[in-house]
């Protein structure tokens, strides 16, 4: 159980508990999208188990936040070469992520990072299911754009379904 | 004479992106830099017209590896434009979550990012491979420094609970009792991690330059104090700007600066160059095990100075915790803040070394001026001339050679020249 999961009064130790991580860095555009979810989520009654996490831009530390639940619904940006707001439901298994274990910085692919080292050490991580959301555009600024703005709704319920 | 020609771009295992030019014709250098094709820009604009009260939680974002020192640094730099000045207990905690990134921060560079090249290996992943043992203790450290930080700030990465003048959740007794067993524990990890570092063969190369970082009476700095070099400066924070003298360069987004010298180099090395006999003892010991003597002036050691700070920050973090627990932690209050127009300088000595903000508020409390010096922007000028100079020291090498002594070289500065975007980019199988 994470420091902060006890911090905010979640004592909740079931191994069927399900987390869901937002990622992204808001202060670049639609590259926010994971965090902006996670806010609109604050919001929400969450199902029993269902607990949210804003990962920001945590790069390798993603290991340790994954440590310990059953299932990790992770949300983020992902070029796909779609359209704009198009998000898409995969698992590791469906996707290669890219980046060769020779290019190793930790911001810009820390999830395939991760999932590299934690297969070569032998680590068994949480079920993993992702939600990429296709950018209009990832660069300084606040605020995402119309187009991914628009998909929250549709995102945010599609999280929950898969969460529950 | 040689004929070299290296253009090495996007430097792997460097935090963000950064390209390495070379060109020599006949021994004669025509080009040698390393050019940053992206830099944190628009700071200004993120927090202007933004109340005081969101200006840590928007800068903590900039960067994803450094969240609480820019939420650390914006704080101190609010709270002196509204003359907040925050109790004792708050003061401790920031202190302890601000080791926590330290630790966190050079765990990942020294061993994610400069240890491969020792081994001969692309990155961490082949290296779990060969010595399982070795990224294992990195793990185990890296996880003990995010639990730090969470205990704090409330979250692993980007404090919550970081408020101006307080925090706004704190740790109950038992999490620090626990957190100081584990530190303690983390000793053991910090002798092999010192014992596997002074094995390493650090690349020989000196080039004399000036070191920059806080220093304060009391204890090793990392939060406020003076701004010092070890050519004998000493400044008020407030009057940062006569330290960096900042400069655009044609080739680069980041400004360049520059002090006494042509250039200057924050940092771990620098602080340690500064700050030596506020090292705690063991961390003095794992220095002389390590072959790191002030002043030292050989940038690759900038590692070593890291490894140097994490047995420093695990040992003062003990003592922090004892502190604490013998004070009796309390529910912290949140201060009444008379908001006034105003102007605060903050400084703090983050992982890649000294940071500055500076911001501007109205009556309302609203910021309508600010200003951001991060530290890789300060080291660009002194990186880029050390490359000038190790080039002809090693230009009869292989070509391959050079180009990882250069990335090694970059390496060891520990830039983070995008805290930035990291979506993913899917391909569908």
């Given amino acids: 159980m994470s420091a902060w999961r006890e911090a905010n009064g979640e004592s909740d130790s079931s191994s069927f508990a399900t987390l869901i991580l937002g990622m992204g860095n808001p202060l670049r555009g639609d590259d926010g999208v994971g965090c902006c979810m996670v806010e609109e989520l604050m919001h929400l009654e969450l199902p029993h188990g269902v607990h949210v996490l804003d990962g920001g831009a945590g790069g390798l530390g993603l290991l340790n936040l994954m440590e310990g639940w059953k299932r990790v619904v992770i949300v983020d940006a992902a070029e796909m070469g779609r359209e704009p707001g198009e998000f898409v439901r995969f698992t590791p298994a469906d996707v290669r992520l890219a980046s060769a274990p020779d290019r190793f910085s930790l911001h810009h692919a820390g999830l395939s990072e991760v999932l590299a080292l934690a297969n070569a050490l032998d680590r068994t991580l949480p079920e993993m299911v992702i939600f990429g959301v296709q950018p209009a555009s990832v660069g300084w600024g606040e605020g995402l754009s119309p187009a991914v703005e628009a998909a929250l709704p549709a995102l945010i319920a599609a999280v929950l379904k898969e969460a529950t | ?429």
């Fill in chain 2, 1 to 429: 004479m040689t004929t070299l020609k290296i253009d090495v771009h996007h430097v792997t295992r460097v935090e963000g992106h950064g390209d390495i030019v070379v060109d020599t014709r006949n021994g004669e250098i025509k080009e040698c830099r390393f050019e940053v094709v992206e830099a944190p820009r628009f700071f200004e604009a993120f927090v202007r017209g933004r109340p005081y009260h969101e200006l840590s939680h928007i800068t903590s974002r900039i960067c994803g590896i450094c969240s609480v020192g820019h939420a650390t640094t914006s704080l101190r730099a609010t709270e002196k434009a509204l003359g907040v000045e925050p109790p004792e207990q708050t003061m401790l905690l920031r202190k302890l979550n601000f080791h926590g990134e330290i630790i966190d921060s050079h765990v990942l560079h020294t061993y994610y990012l400069v240890a491969p090249d020792f081994f001969g290996v692309g990155s961490v992943i082949p290296l779990a491979a060969t010595h399982r043992e070795v990224v294992e203790r990195a793990l185990r450290i890296k996880k003990l420094s995010g639990d730090l930080c969470a205990m704090i700030g409330g979250r692993h990465t980007h404090p919550v609970a970081m408020a101006v003048g307080c925090f706004t959740h704190t740790p109950t007794a038992g999490e620090l009792r626990e957190m100081q067993a584990r530190l303690v524990d983390a000793r053991a990890d910090m002798d092999e991690t010192v014992a596997l570092f002074a094995t390493l063969p650090w690349p020989e190369f000196e080039r004399e330059t000036e070191y920059v970082s806080l220093k304060k009476d009391d204890e090793y700095a990392f939060i406020d104090g003076t701004v010092v070099t070890t050519d004998g400066f000493s400044y008020p924070i407030e009057d940062y700007r006569d330290v960096t003298n900042e400069e655009c360069v044609p080739f680069s987004t980041a400004k360049w600066t520059h002090h006494n010298r042509e250039s200057y180099m924050v940092g771990a090395l620098a602080r340690v160059n500064n700050n030596f006999d506020q090292l705690h003892p063991r961390a003095q010991e794992a220095a002389g095990k390590l072959g790191l003597k002030p002043i030292c002036y050989n940038p690759f050691l900038n590692s070593a100075a890291q490894v140097v700070e994490m047995v420093h920050c695990v040992e003062d973090s003990i003592r922090i915790i004892d502190e604490l627990l013998t004070r009796g932690i309390q529910p912290e209050q949140i201060p009444e803040i008379k908001v006034q127009a105003g102007e605060g300088v903050g400084s703090c000595d983050v992982p890649r070394g000294i940071l500055f903000h500076n911001y501007v508020y109205d009556e309302d409390g609203i910021c309508v001026k600010a200003n951001c010096i991060i530290p890789t922007n300060q080291n660009m000028a002194n990186l880029n001339h050390d490359m000038q100079a190790l080039v002809p020291q090693i230009m009869d090498k292989p070509q391959d050679e050079i180009r990882l002594m250069l990335e090694m070289l970059v390496r060891a500065y520990d830039p983070c020249i995008s805290c930035s975007a990291h979506f993913l980019t899917v391909k569908f199988v």
